[in-house]
């Protein structure tokens, strides 16, 4: 349990870790704002625990949160297994944009090929205690992300692949007008 307590603990300062101050983030149009509740469309809509366990050939739990705290990650049935949060973003500049506004990322930023998608990146920092995999999918004004996390001992090509299938996924699943929440 202390293991999975730590997976959970570095997926979310993985998470806070891509967030940047609101000072650097172009304000939202309040007449765009929707309580979770009403929103009619989510990541996890187009992702399930048994594709997910399909992608990385283990089994995963689905947590989709709660309608005030709407949520899309999938941690492992076994402890030791990789956790993936997934997360999005409505944004009026382009990937490139969007990941500048964040700052210095750690690891290799490597631009990807994700049929369907106008830009894609992985982040790969791969260090002794763990893999940090961050994936970024843009689809017109829509920018996804999958933020993976395993603790040694993983296999670094296998956390990848199954975070370029999920960014994929998030492609083929977006909503067919990507250009506008």
């Known amino acids: 349990m202390r293991a999975h307590a730590i997976v959970v ?4 300062a993985v998470a806070l870790a891509g967030c940047s101050s609101s000072d650097d983030i172009p304000a939202a149009d309040p007449s765009q704002a929707a309580s979770p509740a009403d929103v009619g469309w989510s990541p996890c809509d187009g992702l399930d625990a048994a594709t997910v366990s399909r ?15 709407p949520r899309c990650t999938f941690t492992p049935v076994v402890e030791g297994g990789p956790a ?11 990937l490139t944009e969007a990941l500048d506004s964040m700052g210095t990322v750690p690891g290799t930023v490597t631009d990807i090929d994700v049929r369907g998608a106008d830009a894609a990146r992985l982040v790969v920092h791969a260090r002794r205690p763990a893999i ?3 994936g970024f999918v843009q689809s017109g004004g829509l920018v996804q992300s999958v933020n993976t996390v395993q603790l040694r001992p993983y296999d670094e090509r296998t956390v990848v692949a199954a975070t370029r ?3 994929e996924t998030l492609v083929r699943e977006a909503p067919a007008d990507s250009s506008a929440p």
């Open 132 to 134: 940090l995999v961050t």
């Open 9 to 12: 603990a570095v997926l979310a």
């Open 165 to 167: 299938r999920l960014l």
């Open 84 to 94: 993936f949060d997934v997360n999005y973003l409505w944004f009026d500049g382009g």
């Open 55 to 69: 992608f990385i050939g283990e089994e995963m739990n689905e947590d989709t949160g709660t309608a005030d705290q």
